[in-house]
């Protein structure tokens, strides 16, 4: 199976083994619609990133990381909340959902390239998709020269006070990542990125940084600045 431009969209096995076995064997192409390639043999389901690279999508895991951020943005802006305590309780969004919302989020591809590329300076880890998300909202509303300013200061601590929100939050990333229960701080730090980018947009000093109590739990998954300006509207109902 064949599109209409000579890409092969199945029986990539099948013409290895003829290429390995070194035997002809007669076969007859069947040309389809190459959007068929992102459905067809579902049985083991295709990953994001592996549909994005048949596509010619460069850095294709940073880039399904960054549409799944998106995804997470669009929900919060449409239904006000992250799930319940910051995990997230909708369905599974299918394929060609994603696919979608990276067609109308397409500074995603060069905004994801562009931050993994900096995480060779980052003395801390950071969640490269959901960081690559937060700098689409902020060129939307005419930030992103400030959020990359912020995620520099994150990543290398040079020349900040200590209640610089971006000196703030570097400090409690140091802090949880040399914790043994990292895994459950995930959310958390997600959380923690909106409030210090929030609150270095607008020029506010911080010297400490919470988010809930342990009493009460988490508050409301935090909305970064330019959300609705930057939301498309695309949110699929559960």
């Not at 431009?5 to 076995?21: M, P, Q, T, W, Y």
């Not at 998106?70 to 299918?94: D, I, M, P, Q």
């Not at 911080?206 to 988010?211: A, R």
Request: aromatic letters at 10%; hydrophobic letters at 35%.
């Amino acid at each position: 199976l064949q599109d209409n431009s000579g890409n092969l969209l199945d029986g990539f096995h099948r013409c290895h083994a003829v290429i390995a076995s070194g035997v002809t064997i007669p076969y007859i192409p069947v040309e389809g619609d190459g959007s068929m390639f992102d459905v067809i043999d579902q049985g083991r389901q295709r990953t994001l990133p592996q549909v994005l690279a048949t596509k010619g999508v460069d850095h294709p895991v940073s880039v399904a990381a960054a549409i799944t951020a998106a995804s997470t943005f669009e929900r919060l802006n449409a239904v006000g909340t992250y799930g319940h305590g910051g995990s997230y309780k909708g369905r599974n969004r299918t394929m060609q959902e994603k696919l979608q919302l990276f067609d109308l989020h397409p500074d995603l591809q060069p905004i994801s390239i562009e931050i993994g590329n900096r995480r060779s300076g980052a003395s801390v880890r950071y969640p490269g998709g959901w960081v690559s998300a937060l700098q689409s909202i902020a060129n939307e509303i005419a930030l992103g020269e400030n959020f990359a300013t912020f995620v520099d200061g994150v990543f290398t601590g040079v020349g900040l006070d200590a209640n610089n929100p971006a000196y703030v939050l570097r400090r409690r990333l140091l802090k949880l990542q040399s914790g043994s229960n990292r895994a459950s701080q995930t959310v958390v730090e997600k959380g923690f990125w909106v409030i210090t980018w929030n609150n270095y947009a607008i020029g506010r000093e911080m010297s400490h940084l919470t988010w809930g109590t342990p009493s009460t739990g988490p508050k409301a998954f935090p909305k970064p600045l330019g959300l609705e300006e930057w939301s498309t509207g695309w949110y699929p109902s559960d």
